[in-house]
């Protein structure tokens, strides 16, 4: 009998997940619009890019129609974590549930809301999402896994989880410990969606540039050396070097989820990337003065949104009173 | 015979100069759009708000047709002072030039293209321009002034133009140095700014709220400490504190200037804010990683419209592809 998985959040990562999951297994999908989960049925999932086929899954809104699990995979924006699980977690408690989501604190809100084995993970695979049933497959990188400590989740079901997802055609890594990958990949995500979502700029060459005492990769690997002291000082030995992550992606030019928030206005993943390392460093008496800057730079750009919608203020993209007070002492 | 004064770009703070200083000399405006220039021919200067009057002055586009001056006080924006004055200063080779502008250095430039007596000043008065001819006096507070060290500029002259100003109807202060009244509104300026200019917020309650890890009280309490410690690093005496000016401002709910120029894809005057305290804290080897920071991303902004404005790519205001790519290694 094939194994029942539900990919919680269909974005680019979940829908990856999903049509390579459903050539080797029963593949449920919950999703939030009702069209969404229409066009997957009706359509099934398309593949492009690295590989190419069509997958049939069963696509759904109502956690009335998904079946008890195996396995679960949780692919929603870090931000949403609690309103995806909440509803489903039940449904893994014979069973496990992964989170390959960004940042630090997405595996907690799993375990409050299910008594399966809790999977960390990290994946590093990306892709563009084109249309509801069309995904294409970019970078074939792999995804680390470990277990979920508190979870006591045992190293079986790590290996089995990244077994499944290699034999359904992706790249996975089964690790005592995923903290180091995870860790990794918080402070590159952190540094690079941080300073694209405060200036604008895609992840570009400007990133890793460091010849002018202004140069912004000046900032970048002063904020990626403060958050490898604060993996250290939490005691984690990283995977790999964030600015070495850091290099290879500004030259893809590549726009951030972050600063796709930023210009939509919605809640970034902040309180996941560099919150996480602000409140770590704090946990452990570490000192992360630019993380904890940026964190509340955006926080304070957040608010300005809800300051605009409530037509409070001027601020974001609303244009402010044509007056110039320049020299004015309250700036 | 009356004083021949020339005020040097007429914003807020130049047309309250230019209009109250009319009342008690000759007054010059020099300006960069004929059509500003005309209109203050044709209508005069009205002064509305603190003051009531309207005042008939002299303005030009056209450098030949300025008088040699006893006095010039330049009101640009920092970043226009080099063009600004380029074309004039040798108007005051025997006068004396005076700096209302934000922040450090434009004194420096003013001292390279005039033979004459240099004066630092800083001014805490406030205004609203409302059209080339109208502007509000808001803030009826003192404009400080003393000698540019280097220019060796005698104390008569700081008093007899704070007196000039006095006679005009606005306050000031002469002082043997001036640099702790401008270190003041320096740090206050940079800190309050910069967090405007990235949130996208004017000077709101929320700069001095400290309550929670994430308020943004926090981060302006940490710049204004930093900036002070710069202050005290390069042997300044603060004339008061910033963190009072900007528990007074956060109240009034004022768009910043910089905010303004961040969403009109202006120059912002940066460089000479809290570029001007990096450079300031590097050259004395003390320590502003805050205020570096800010400067760096202020300038990564910048560099977002450049994009922008080549179609480079998407940035800034400009609606990025519709893609969704979260969880992707390249951010």
Not at 89 to 97: E, K, M, Q, V, Y
Not at 253 to 276: C, I, K, R, W
Request: hydrophobic share 40%; net charge negative; with cysteine.
């Amino acid at each position: 009998m094939a194994k029942k998985i539900c990919i919680i959040g269909c974005g680019a990562i979940g829908s990856l997940y999903a049509a390579h999951l459903a050539q080797v297994a029963e593949v449920y999908a919950f999703v939030r619009r009702p069209a969404h989960a229409h066009a997957l049925n009706e359509q099934g999932l398309r593949v492009t890019g690295k590989h190419n086929f069509t997958a049939r899954l069963r696509a759904t809104t109502d956690p009335a129609e998904l079946p008890e699990c195996h396995l679960g995979i949780v692919c929603s924006k870090a931000t949403q974590t609690e309103e995806a699980v909440a509803p489903v977690g039940h449904l893994f408690n014979r069973g496990a549930l992964l989170s390959a989501q960004n940042g630090l604190g997405c595996e907690e809100i799993l375990a409050r809301h299910s008594q399966g084995q809790i999977l960390r993970g990290t994946t590093f695979m990306s892709g563009t999402r084109h249309s509801d049933t069309v995904v294409q497959y970019e970078l074939d990188t792999a995804t680390w896994l470990g277990p979920f400590e508190p979870s006591s989740t045992p190293f079986s079901t790590v290996s089995d989880t990244a077994d499944l997802i290699v034999a359904a055609g992706l790249k996975a890594v089964a690790l005592e410990d995923a903290r180091p990958a995870q860790w990794s990949k918080l402070i590159f995500n952190a540094s690079v969606n941080g300073v694209s979502a405060l200036t604008g700029l895609p992840h570009c060459p400007a990133f890793a540039e460091e010849a002018r005492f202004g140069d912004l990769g000046r900032l970048l690997h002063d904020l990626i050396e403060e958050g490898k002291q604060v993996a250290k000082a939490v005691g984690i030995t990283l995977h790999e070097d964030p600015w070495e992550m850091n290099k290879i992606g500004a030259e893809t030019n590549h726009p951030t989820s972050m600063l796709y928030d930023v210009q939509h206005h919605y809640e970034t993943e902040v309180e996941f990337l560099g919150g996480a390392i602000a409140r770590e460093a704090e946990r452990v008496g570490a000192s992360a003065p630019l993380h904890t800057a940026l964190y509340r730079l955006i926080k304070g750009k957040e608010a300005s949104w809800r300051r605009s919608e409530a037509g409070d203020s001027p601020s974001g993209s609303t244009a402010i009173p044509k007056v110039t007070s320049a020299h004015d002492p309250s700036a």
